[in-house]
């Protein structure tokens, strides 16, 4: 037997949980809301979706980036015109 290899058992000991709170700031949450949810909802409402038609963060994802995609893509072809942004893909 190896006098260093030895174990602890106790059975009172119960590690305790650390929760940790960051300070409120309310500025900086209102802006916070402004930044993010702002592109979200206006992609949400452009396509007359209002909510998630998929379950998992996966397939949210995956709607979310396609929704994001089409979003864009009209965006651009707003801007450049469709040959031109076709032009561009090409070379």
Not at 62 to 77: D, M, T
């Amino acid at each position: 037997m190896n006098p260093f290899n030895h174990t602890l058992d106790r059975k009172d000991y119960v590690p305790k949980k650390v929760v940790l709170k960051p300070k409120e700031d309310i500025h900086k949450i209102k802006e916070r809301m402004c930044l993010s949810e702002h592109p979200f909802g206006t992609v949400k409402w452009y396509h007359g979706a209002h909510y998630l038609l998929c379950k998992g963060k996966e397939k949210v994802t995956a709607e979310l980036g396609l929704s994001f995609l089409a979003y864009n893509l009209k965006r651009a072809i707003n801007m450049v015109g469709a040959k031109k942004l076709i032009e561009a893909m090409q070379g």
